[in-house]
């Protein structure tokens, strides 16, 4: 009976593993070819260890996933799945051991008012706020106001919300499809989140027809920018993001801080004039 369990956990946990190394080899778009010449192992082995066949070791599943540019949070998993103790720490957001990081994470926040700027995580979950990044999120949502304090809000929520950023976008036609391919690239290596994204691409279907979301726009800027109409006229920004480098812990990883700038000087005149 015991050999019989144990016989089937290791059956489970080796199609968890080989499903893993399928997926984030998918995620990039390699064949099992161009991966095992970057690895400079064989293609049948890829094929062995992929189909169950043959179990990688420490090391070799650790240079797997790095070149695969895998999540930490998968690589973590993988290693749990092939039976090895967990490469990464995951530390809540404050703990004592990320005080330099929460550190500098205000700093860049507060560098960069009065433009709004915000922190997310891996599931898009809304973090911190700058100063401009409140006064947008009043301005554009001043329903959120009325949450609970421990409710955090989830922007992929927000985008798919009827009353969300959506309703105030002007150039929805142009932000949405290439919104969406962003974000359906991120399902890719983050599967949590892939209801919530095709949930916002339900919305954009119901607003933009299917026809439009699947058509190719051309930009008419060299940066996507994204514009909302607003009690103080049309607010035009684009974005940049900002992530630790080479982190080794799953927490900071998965952060993400978003800067927007003015794209037009009508924008910037708001801005400076609002936010105080």
Same mark, same amino acid.
């Given at each position: 009976?015991?050999?019989?369990?144990?016989?089937?956990?290791?059956?489970?946990?080796?199609?968890? /593993?080989?499903?893993?190394?399928?997926?984030?080899?998918?995620?990039?778009?390699?064949?099992?070819?161009?991966?095992?010449? +970057?690895?400079?192992?064989?293609? $049948?082995?890829?094929? =062995?260890?992929?189909?169950?066949?043959?179990?990688?070791?420490?090391?070799?599943?650790?240079? *797997?996933?790095?070149?695969?540019?895998?999540?930490?949070?998968?690589?973590?998993?993988?290693? /749990?799945?092939?039976?090895?103790?967990?490469?990464?720490?995951?530390?809540?957001?404050? @703990?004592?051991?990320?005080?330099?990081?929460?550190?500098?994470?205000?700093?860049?926040?507060?560098?960069?008012?009065?433009?709004?700027?915000?922190?997310?995580?891996?599931?898009?979950?809304?973090?911190?706020?700058? +100063?401009?990044?409140? *006064?947008?999120?009043?301005?554009?949502?001043?329903?959120?106001?009325?949450?609970?304090?421990?409710?955090?809000?989830?922007?992929? @929520?927000?985008?798919?919300? #009827?009353?969300?950023?959506?309703?105030?976008?002007?150039?929805?036609?142009?932000?949405?499809?290439?919104?969406?391919?962003?974000?359906? @690239?991120?399902?890719?290596?983050?599967?949590?989140?892939?209801?919530?994204?095709?949930? =916002?691409?339900?919305? /954009?279907?119901?607003?933009? %027809?299917?026809?439009?979301?699947?058509?190719?726009? $051309?930009?008419?800027?060299?940066?996507?920018?994204? $514009? =909302?109409?607003?009690?103080? %006229?049309?607010?035009?920004?684009?974005?940049? =993001?900002?992530?630790? %480098?080479? #982190?080794?812990?799953?927490?900071?990883?998965?952060? +993400?801080?978003?800067?927007?700038?003015?794209?037009?000087?009508?924008?910037?005149?708001?801005?400076?004039?609002?936010?105080?």
């Amino acid at each position: 009976m015991s050999a019989l369990l144990n016989s089937s956990l290791n059956s489970s946990l080796t199609s968890s /593993l080989t499903s893993t190394l399928q997926h984030a080899r998918k995620a990039r778009r390699y064949s099992q070819l161009e991966l095992s010449l +970057r690895l400079q192992i064989s293609q $049948r082995h890829i094929s =062995f260890v992929e189909s169950g066949r043959a179990k990688p070791s420490r090391e070799l599943l650790m240079a *797997w996933l790095q070149e695969l540019d895998a999540p930490l949070v998968v690589r973590n998993a993988a290693m /749990l799945q092939a039976g090895y103790a967990p490469a990464y720490s995951a530390a809540p957001l404050n @703990d004592p051991s990320l005080a330099q990081a929460q550190d500098a994470l205000v700093q860049l926040l507060n560098a960069h008012d009065p433009m709004p700027a915000l922190v997310i995580d891996a599931h898009w979950n809304l973090l911190h706020l700058n +100063r401009g990044g409140q *006064w947008l999120t009043a301005t554009l949502m001043p329903w959120a106001a009325n949450l609970p304090a421990d409710m955090p809000v989830n922007m992929l @929520d927000v985008l798919a919300h #009827p009353e969300g950023l959506t309703k105030h976008m002007s150039n929805l036609a142009e932000v949405g499809p290439a919104l969406l391919a962003h974000l359906r @690239d991120d399902a890719s290596m983050q599967p949590s989140i892939a209801a919530k994204v095709e949930s =916002f691409a339900e919305l /954009l279907r119901s607003r933009l %027809g299917t026809q439009h979301l699947h058509s190719s726009t $051309r930009l008419s800027a060299p940066v996507l920018t994204t $514009r =909302f109409n607003t009690v103080y %006229g049309e607010l035009a920004f684009f974005s940049m =993001f900002t992530t630790f %480098g080479t #982190p080794h812990d799953i927490t900071l990883a998965s952060l +993400r801080v978003e800067h927007m700038f003015a794209a037009d000087e009508a924008t910037r005149a708001v801005v400076n004039a609002q936010v105080k």
